[in-house]
Structure formats: structure tokens, C-alpha cells
């Protein structure tokens, strides 16, 4: 029998500034791939818009039931997604999981079905869990997790018994803060996420994350990598910088940041100083609507009802600048090739062939909320991410597709 939707209750994070662990070819690695989902809709403003009103609505102790999630069939897919082969039980059943900083449960079941193995422990908690892009319920069990060469023992799972909006890929790998598992089993408390026990069992030596992707022109492409317990130097130019977690509510309760935005060498004001998030499980940029309506004045761009995002003619590409994202002390150059979405992936889409269209999109509410913005993984595609949670800090660097003109 299907249990009541049980709310996510989020903490602050507080900010210590430290200096991570550096791995250089680290064994500890996790290849991802960025894949567009052919049975989700194609509109990725839409799914991406549901997802930043979820994650503001969790932080807020809100939810969606399961009787309200599905009345609302069919759900708004995520249509482009970073996944990872991660396996589950000795032996090991491989899952392709979403990768997600923006939240905490690790769950399958959605595709592949779970598989017991000598390693399955059911703990009799049930598990719920809803997103932008779906919701999930089943069982909680404890198993054997394997990350690439790391093998984490008594990692707690979700087994899914029901779930909508995630066709084409088996569940999620959770690598948000802790804190969004709150209140997720029947049980109620925290669930050690897998940062959390690999860092307590000693099989890592820092409790972090190093996020590495590159920017594509492939429906479906192994171009990530994950690197657990440090960073890895061959994935980044220069040094990474870190900023603390914003205080700022509620984007203090995720991968949160604070940044201005400008555009241009005149450094026009698009986004004044305020918190938002960097998120692997939004495809976008999005911005607060009244920096959406700068962007678009400072661009030129026209809304297409196709696609929901904005086009720009040839014109207005030869003469779009470059994005400023200031975080901390230091600025990062969003250049305008970085501002397209890969031309050659337009009709995946649904856009035309010999269009432009900008990745910067309307995250749907004015600033001042809190979570103004999120910067998705067409921003991180070009600069190194890094989420350091025992510092709750998170790192930038510049890499070698910075200034790309793969799009």
C-alpha cells in the first residue's frame, strides 16, 4: 500500500573554508554521459522550470502527493540528463542512474528492476521521494553500492515500486547535502548519502566530489567524469576557487552559491547579487524573470514557442558577448558560443535545423525568493565544479572547453 508523501525538511549548511584533497589520475573515478531522453518532451524549459519550482517548494517543506502526481499524467520527463552505470549487490546489477547534486536519495528501480543479492537488507522503511520531473516510492534497503573502484557496504537505497517521469533511465544518484533525506523513510531522520559513507568508512580521503563535463554535439556520449574524494588536476586549468554555501534560504539548503551576472564589455546588469544553485540535474541556465527580461533585451533574442527558449538570427550571434558570472572574488566568461544550444542537437529539441537558440532561460519568478538562480550543466560543461561537503564550500575552475566553439 502506497504511504503518505513524507515532506523533505532541509538544514543550513555552515561554511568552513578549506583546501581539498588533489588527485592526479585518481582510481577512484566515475565516467557519466550526457544522453537525451527520446520518450521525454521536448521541451527542456518546461521540465527544467518544474524542476527549480520542486526544489524551492522542498526547501520549503513542501510537496507533491502521489494522487496529485498522478492526476497530472502524463509528467514533464527530464529530457537531457547526465547518467552513470552504477551498480547495486554481490554480484552487482549495473542501473543507469541520473546524477544529481540537487538531491540526496540514491534509488533504482524506475527501468531495470532491482535485483536481490546476498548483500539486500530491507530495513522496512518505506521511501518517498518527489521532483520536479517525477516522483518515486518503494522500499528502503541497505546494499552494496559500486562507484567505479569504489565499493560502499550498507549504503541505503530506494527500491521502487512506483514511479513516473523517469523513462529511460533506472533512478538517481544522490549527491546533495545530506540534509534532503530528512524525512524521506517512514522512519523518519537523515540517510547517509554515498559521500557520506564512503568518507566515514575511510575509502575516501576527503568528503567531496569533483565534477568534470565537456560540452557535446552527441545525442548520447560518455563526456564526464566523476572523481570521489578529491579533484583531479588533469581536468582543469589554473586553480579552483572556492566560495562557502550561501546562508541564503532556500538556496542554502542545496549545492547553493551567491553571483551577479553582466553582460558585455559595458558589464550590463543582468542578475544583481543573490543566491541561487549549481545543479547536474538542470539542463539550463536560468534566471530570475526580470534578469530573463535584461538578457533578452541585451540579446535581442525572440521567444519560440517550439522549443520555449529564445532564438537570435545569425546577426545576432555575430554580435552576442559574452556572459560575466561573478562568484566570490573571481569572474567566469560564459562566452557566446557557451550561450547556444548545440545547433547540431536543434531538432532533438524540437527547434529547427538552422536556428540559434540561448540556453539562458526564465527560471518562472521575479528575484528576491532566494533561489534566484541555477546554473545547470550547460554552465558547469564548461568549467570544473567541485562539492566539497565537509567544508560546505563549493570550487570553480576554468577548463580546456572554457572558450570552446563546440556549439
Same mark, same amino acid.
Given at each position: 500500500?502506497? &504511504? ?31 544522453? !537525451?531522453?527520446?520518450?521525454? &518532451?521536448? @521541451? ?26 498522478? &492526476? ?12 552513470? $552505470? ?20 540514491? +534509488? ?15 530495513? /522496512? ?8 520531473? /517525477?516522483? !518515486?516510492?518503494?522500499? %528502503? ?19 521502487? %515500486? !512506483?514511479?513516473?517521469? !523517469? ?9 546533495? *547535502? ?33 565534477? $568534470?563535463?565537456?560540452? =557535446?554535439? %552527441? ?24 566560495? *562557502? ?22 558589464? =550590463? ?27 533578452? =533585451?541585451?540579446?535581442? /533574442?525572440?521567444?519560440? @514557442? ?30 557566446? @558560443?557557451?550561450?547556444? +544550444? *548545440? ?22 519568478? @521575479? ?19 567541485? +562539492? ?11 577548463? $580546456? ?7
Amino acid at each position: 500500500m502506497l &504511504a503518505r508523501l513524507l515532506p523533505i525538511v532541509a538544514l543550513a549548511v555552515a561554511a568552513v573554508v578549506a583546501k581539498p584533497v588533489v588527485i592526479r589520475d585518481s582510481p577512484i573515478t566515475l565516467a557519466v554521459a550526457r544522453r !537525451f531522453n527520446a520518450t521525454a &518532451a521536448p @521541451n527542456i524549459l518546461k521540465a527544467d522550470q518544474a524542476r527549480a519550482k520542486a526544489l524551492k517548494q522542498q526547501a520549503q517543506g513542501k510537496h507533491t502527493s502521489l494522487k496529485a502526481a498522478q &492526476a497530472a499524467l502524463p509528467v514533464t520527463n527530464g529530457a537531457v540528463t547526465y547518467t552513470a $552505470s552504477v551498480g547495486v549487490g554481490e554480484p552487482a546489477t549495473q542501473y543507469d542512474l541520473i546524477v544529481d547534486t540537487g538531491s540526496s536519495n540514491t +534509488w533504482v528501480g524506475a527501468g531495470i528492476d532491482y535485483v536481490q543479492t546476498s548483500s539486500s537488507v530491507d530495513t /522496512g522503511d518505506e521511501v518517498e521521494v518527489s521532483y520536479g520531473s /517525477g516522483i !518515486f516510492f518503494g522500499e %528502503e534497503f541497505l546494499d552494496t553500492v559500486t562507484l567505479g573502484s569504489l565499493v560502499i557496504p550498507n549504503q541505503s537505497i530506494g527500491v521502487s %515500486e !512506483f514511479a513516473i517521469g !523517469f523513462d529511460g533511465v533506472d533512478g538517481i544518484l544522490g549527491l546533495g *547535502p545530506v540534509d534532503l533525506t530528512q524525512g524521506t523513510t517512514s522512519s523518519g531522520g537523515e540517510i547517509p548519502t554515498v559521500l557520506d559513507n564512503a568518507f566515514a568508512l575511510g575509502l575516501i580521503d576527503a568528503e567531496l566530489v569533483g565534477i $568534470s563535463f565537456e560540452p =557535446t554535439t %552527441e545525442l548520447s556520449t560518455t563526456n564526464g567524469e566523476l572523481t570521489f574524494g578529491g579533484t583531479d588536476s588533469s581536468k582543469y586549468t589554473g586553480d579552483i576557487a572556492y566560495v *562557502p554555501v550561501t546562508s541564503t534560504s532556500p538556496a542554502s539548503f542545496y549545492v547553493g552559491i551567491d553571483q551577479t551576472i553582466t553582460y558585455g564589455s559595458a558589464a =550590463t546588469p543582468i542578475l544583481p547579487l543573490t543566491a541561487g544553485i549549481t545543479d547536474t540535474g538542470t539542463t539550463l541556465v536560468l534566471i530570475a524573470s526580470d534578469a530573463f527580461s535584461a538578457y533578452q =533585451t541585451a540579446t535581442g /533574442g525572440v521567444p519560440d @514557442n517550439n522549443t520555449g527558449l529564445l532564438k537570435i538570427t545569425a546577426d545576432q550571434f555575430a554580435a552576442l558577448e559574452s556572459l560575466f558570472f561573478n562568484i566570490g572574488d573571481n569572474t567566469y566568461e560564459f562566452t557566446a @558560443n557557451a550561450q547556444i +544550444w *548545440p545547433r547540431a542537437l536543434n531538432t532533438a529539441i524540437g527547434g529547427d535545423a538552422d536556428s540559434i537558440y540561448l540556453i539562458v532561460a526564465d527560471i518562472g519568478s @521575479n528575484s528576491g525568493e532566494g533561489l534566484d538562480f541555477i546554473d545547470g550543466f550547460t554552465f558547469l560543461e564548461r568549467f570544473y565544479n567541485v +562539492w566539497d561537503v565537509a567544508n560546505a564550500q563549493v570550487g570553480f575552475a576554468t577548463t $580546456s572547453f572554457t572558450t570552446a566553439t563546440t556549439n
